[in-house]
């Protein structure tokens, strides 16, 4: 049983190692990427609360317990029916506390030439596209837990549309945390290739089965090829006691399209790193985020839009609804490199609180080493008013479906552009679930 | 329909009075104006009687077809027939017209005894309405009044009223910052809506909606009270004269201790 925890860095990486070995020995590529990962982790440290992308959250959740390895639990096969996609049969892989499903997945609606599958299994039959596509855009410089995903590399999706195919159903990737007696370590490592001219959508999808806590550390790497447009939504699910902490890295290359929207909703604590880059001339890019908050829960998003050639039209709308006493921080990096002319960037985080103990760190940052570029960069942070739910009351609407009408409001704009219809409507579920418990705690107005 | 009697109100967060001493009658059929200066109370009124939460009436009564609203919120005036046209209505992104008058016309069709309307008969319903104020049926699937213009929002509002069908109305400035064309629009939707069964309050600083629209009562207030009714020439003088002559009537009936 390997522990994962730290007490002055040292038997956090202690652990680590003495447990990356026992993953070897079945495939050279992921051997590579897993030594490279525990040297990485040895090279940097975990996260000091003095640490400036740090010092808004504090990690001690995440320190203060031992947890075991996922694959030292013992699970029973959950019935996952009710969180399957209707659009996604036949589009779909399960991944249960990090581990591959094959009884869960189905990926039959997919045409043959599409590759799809498990990188512990295509790794093993030495498939070409997942050695080239593999661990190439997840580049987060000197960050110890993207190494550290990378030390315990097995399972994960691997995904690649080949040249002017499109894929009708959303590919479903549903990432499973069961309930469990003991606090676990949980990852997974998926990679998305689009190649040119290729379409496709990705609903990526963490839940969590029960109140329990484990840690879970999914990295998800994206790469464009020219005239790619890929559609991704992240719904993050997991249990009220999670910690989640996941990094996105996304390249795109000419004429190519990806937009993203991560809603968060699970979790005691979550941090997503959407980092999107360049690779080309002529690009569009979204990175939209819905998160809805309460109790004690914290989330926070440090996203990254690296501009680094001319021509790009880039998006980013956070939204967040924050209640009780939970806590949101946002820090948007917008950069402009040199030569990189002609960005039109746009960028906002708006944040609705609910209660009088809510809290908000918000801080978009712009650096911009081009003069033609058009960089609009905002933050706000509001409460509900009282003469817009007079209004509406006025109109014959109770204070709850005024109430759950304004909260809806706000959060539709950054869901209403996600194309999957049972994954739009059960995240406007989700916002009137959210907003019907507000009223049940105490209203700050 | 409407009594309101010796009204007090004052407000919540300070208790500056503003209100002081209101008395109107308002019956069925009848079209009222309510006219004064800035800081008269009139804008404070439309909002006392459709249930504001920031005003605390202190003494005095509102009956609405002789029952006392006071107890009741807001929606719950609405759904006995109380509606007010907001001088500043607000915007609701996200929420098209068509599904907020819908959710609202039902919500107040179940208590007044009317039919529910499917999204369909919802939309045959509101394309008629939408021709009282000469509004591009494109309206109802635009957010709520988010990106009108002063003169759409105010549209919207007699719009909203001409769904809503309520009994009494209560138009706070609806008249306010309309050119002369959209002006005659709205005048001419709240005359088509007005009839025996209903009862409309235009609430106004300007005499000029008074030409489309023709008042049987218009009051002056003054300082928190009514200080004089009459018909529409007292509409017509207060545009001449203003309203110092009645300031001091006002002064004058204080000291006597009397209301109106």
């Given at each position: 049983?390997?522990?994962?925890?730290?007490?002055?860095?040292?038997?956090f990486?202690?652990?680590?190692?003495d447990?990356?070995?026992?993953?070897?020995?079945?495939?050279?590529?992921?051997?590579e990427i897993?030594?490279?990962g525990?040297?990485g982790?040895?090279?940097?440290?975990?996260?000091r609360?003095?640490?400036?992308d740090?010092?808004?959250?504090?990690?001690?959740?995440?320190?203060?317990?031992?947890?075991?390895?996922?694959?030292?639990?013992?699970?029973?096969?959950?019935?996952?029916?009710d969180h399957?996609l209707?659009?996604?049969?036949?589009?779909?892989?399960?991944?249960?506390?990090g581990a591959?499903?094959?009884?869960?997945?189905?990926?039959?609606?997919?045409s043959?030439?599409?590759?799809?599958?498990?990188i512990?299994?295509?790794?093993?039959?030495?498939?070409?596209?997942?050695?080239?596509?593999?661990?190439q855009?997840?580049?987060?410089e000197?960050?110890?837990?993207?190494?550290?995903n990378?030390?315990f590399?097995?399972?994960?999706?691997?995904?690649?549309?080949?040249?002017?195919?499109?894929?009708e159903?959303?590919?479903?990737?549903?990432?499973?945390?069961?309930?469990?007696?003991?606090n676990?370590?949980?990852?997974?490592?998926?990679?998305?290739?689009?190649?040119?001219?290729?379409?496709?959508?990705?609903?990526e999808d963490?839940?969590?089965?029960g109140?329990?806590?484990?840690f879970?550390?999914p990295?998800?790497?994206?790469?464009?090829?020219?005239?790619?447009f890929?559609?991704?939504?992240?719904?993050q699910?997991?249990?009220?006691?999670?910690?989640?902490?996941?990094?996105?890295?996304?390249?795109?290359?000419?004429h190519?399209?990806?937009?993203?929207?991560?809603?968060?909703?699970?979790?005691k604590?979550?941090?997503?790193?959407?980092?999107?880059?360049q690779?080309?001339e002529?690009?569009?890019?979204?990175v939209?985020?819905?998160?809805?908050?309460?109790?004690?829960?914290?989330?926070?998003?440090?996203?990254?839009?690296d501009?680094?050639?001319?021509?790009?039209?880039?998006h980013?709308?956070?939204?967040?609804?924050?209640?009780?006493?939970?806590?949101?921080?946002?820090?948007?990096?917008?950069f402009?490199r040199?030569?990189?002319?002609?960005i039109?960037?746009?960028q906002?985080n708006?944040n609705?609180l609910?209660s009088?103990?809510?809290l908000?760190?918000?801080?978009?940052q712009?650096?911009?080493?081009?003069?033609?570029?058009?960089?609009?960069?905002?933050a706000?942070v509001?409460?509900?008013?009282?003469?817009?739910?007079?209004?509406?009351?006025?109109?014959?609407?109770?204070?709850?479906?005024a109430r759950?009408?304004?909260?809806?409001?706000?959060?539709?704009?950054?869901?209403e552009n996600?194309?999957?219809d049972?994954?739009?409507?059960l995240?406007?579920?989700?916002?009137?679930?959210?907003?019907?418990k507000?009223?049940d705690?105490?209203?700050?107005? | 329909?409407l009594?309101?009697?010796d009204?007090?109100v004052?407000?919540?967060?300070?208790?500056?009075?503003?209100?002081?001493?209101?008395?109107?009658?308002?019956?069925?059929?009848?079209?009222?104006?309510?006219?004064?200066?800035?800081?008269?109370?009139?804008?404070?009124?439309?909002?006392?009687?459709?249930?504001?939460?920031?005003?605390?009436v202190?003494?005095?009564d509102?009956?609405?077809?002789g029952?006392?609203?006071?107890?009741?919120?807001?929606?719950?005036?609405?759904?006995?027939?109380?509606?007010?046209?907001?001088?500043?209505?607000?915007?609701?992104?996200?929420?098209?017209?068509?599904?907020?008058?819908r959710?609202?016309?039902?919500?107040?069709?179940?208590?007044?005894?009317?039919?529910?309307?499917d999204?369909l008969?919802f939309?045959?319903?509101?394309?008629?309405?939408?021709?009282?104020?000469?509004?591009?049926?494109?309206?109802?699937e635009?957010?709520?009044?988010?990106?009108?213009?002063?003169?759409e929002?105010?549209?919207n509002?007699?719009?909203?009223m001409?769904?809503?069908?309520?009994?009494?109305?209560?138009?706070?400035?609806?008249?306010?910052?309309?050119d002369?064309d959209a002006?005659?629009?709205?005048?001419?939707g709240?005359?088509?809506?007005?009839?025996?069964?209903n009862?409309v309050?235009?609430?106004t600083?300007?005499?000029?909606?008074l030409?489309?629209?023709?008042p049987d009562k218009?009051?002056?207030?003054?300082?928190g009270?009514i200080a004089?009714?009459?018909?529409?020439d007292?509409?017509v003088?207060?545009?001449?004269?203003?309203?110092?002559?009645?300031?001091?009537?006002?002064?004058?009936v204080?000291?006597?201790?009397?209301?109106?």
């Amino acid at each position: 049983m390997a522990k994962v925890k730290q007490q002055k860095d040292r038997t956090f990486l202690q652990d680590l190692l003495d447990f990356q070995g026992s993953l070897n020995g079945k495939s050279e590529l992921l051997d590579e990427i897993r030594l490279k990962g525990a040297e990485g982790v040895k090279n940097t440290h975990f996260p000091r609360p003095k640490d400036e992308d740090w010092r808004f959250i504090s990690l001690r959740d995440l320190y203060s317990d031992s947890f075991v390895l996922a694959s030292d639990l013992e699970v029973e096969a959950p019935d996952l029916s009710d969180h399957y996609l209707p659009e996604s049969e036949g589009a779909r892989l399960v991944f249960i506390n990090g581990a591959y499903s094959e009884q869960h997945s189905a990926t039959d609606a997919l045409s043959e030439d599409i590759v799809i599958g498990n990188i512990a299994q295509l790794a093993a039959e030495d498939n070409a596209l997942l050695k080239e596509h593999l661990n190439q855009y997840a580049d987060f410089e000197d960050d110890v837990f993207t190494s550290f995903n990378s030390a315990f590399l097995k399972d994960g999706a691997f995904i690649y549309i080949p040249k002017g195919k499109k894929v009708e159903a959303p590919v479903h990737l549903l990432f499973v945390q069961t309930d469990a007696d003991r606090n676990y370590f949980s990852t997974s490592r998926s990679v998305i290739v689009a190649d040119e001219g290729s379409e496709v959508t990705i609903v990526e999808d963490h839940i969590g089965l029960g109140n329990n806590k484990y840690f879970n550390l999914p990295v998800i790497e994206l790469n464009l090829e020219q005239e790619a447009f890929v559609k991704h939504t992240k719904m993050q699910r997991e249990s009220r006691e999670a910690i989640h902490i996941a990094r996105t890295g996304a390249y795109v290359a000419k004429h190519s399209n990806y937009e993203s929207y991560t809603i968060t909703r699970g979790a005691k604590l979550s941090r997503n790193e959407p980092r999107i880059s360049q690779r080309d001339e002529e690009v569009q890019f979204t990175v939209d985020g819905l998160v809805l908050i309460d109790g004690d829960q914290v989330s926070d998003t440090h996203s990254v839009m690296d501009h680094r050639f001319p021509v790009a039209d880039s998006h980013q709308l956070h939204k967040c609804v924050i209640n009780d006493k939970a806590h949101s921080v946002f820090n948007g990096k917008i950069f402009v490199r040199r030569d990189a002319q002609k960005i039109d960037s746009f960028q906002e985080n708006r944040n609705l609180l609910l209660s009088r103990k809510g809290l908000v760190n918000t801080k978009p940052q712009l650096e911009i080493f081009a003069d033609d570029v058009v960089c609009t960069h905002g933050a706000t942070v509001g409460q509900l008013e009282p003469d817009e739910v007079f209004y509406l009351k006025s109109r014959g609407l109770d204070e709850q479906q005024a109430r759950e009408l304004l909260v809806y409001a706000f959060a539709l704009e950054t869901i209403e552009n996600i194309t999957v219809d049972s994954v739009q409507k059960l995240l406007v579920d989700e916002v009137h679930k959210f907003t019907e418990k507000q009223l049940d705690s105490e209203i700050a107005v | 329909m409407l009594e309101i009697k010796d009204l007090h109100v004052c407000v919540e967060e300070d208790g500056t009075e503003i209100l002081k001493g209101v008395n109107l009658n308002v019956n069925a059929g009848e079209v009222h104006a309510i006219m004064g200066p800035n800081g008269s109370g009139k804008s404070t009124l439309s909002k006392v009687v459709a249930g504001h939460e920031a005003y605390e009436v202190t003494k005095g009564d509102i009956l609405f077809e002789g029952e006392s609203i006071l107890e009741l919120e807001p929606d719950e005036r609405a759904h006995l027939g109380i509606f007010m046209a907001f001088q500043y209505p607000v915007e609701v992104p996200g929420v098209t017209n068509k599904n907020l008058l819908r959710q609202a016309y039902n919500t107040i069709a179940r208590k007044r005894d009317w039919e529910e309307l499917d999204p369909l008969q919802f939309e045959d319903y509101a394309m008629e309405k939408l021709e009282l104020v000469d509004m591009n049926p494109e309206f109802l699937e635009r957010s709520v009044n988010a990106g009108f213009s002063g003169g759409e929002k105010k549209r919207n509002e007699i719009f909203q009223m001409a769904v809503l069908n309520p009994k009494l109305s209560f138009l706070d400035e609806t008249d306010s910052g309309l050119d002369i064309d959209a002006l005659k629009t709205v005048a001419g939707g709240i005359n088509q809506i007005s009839n025996e069964g209903n009862a409309v309050v235009l609430v106004t600083h300007y005499q000029r909606i008074l030409d489309y629209v023709q008042p049987d009562k218009v009051h002056v207030m003054i300082n928190g009270q009514i200080a004089k009714t009459g018909d529409k020439d007292l509409a017509v003088k207060l545009e001449d004269q203003g309203y110092d002559w009645l300031t001091n009537e006002v002064a004058s009936v204080s000291v006597n201790g009397e209301q109106q």
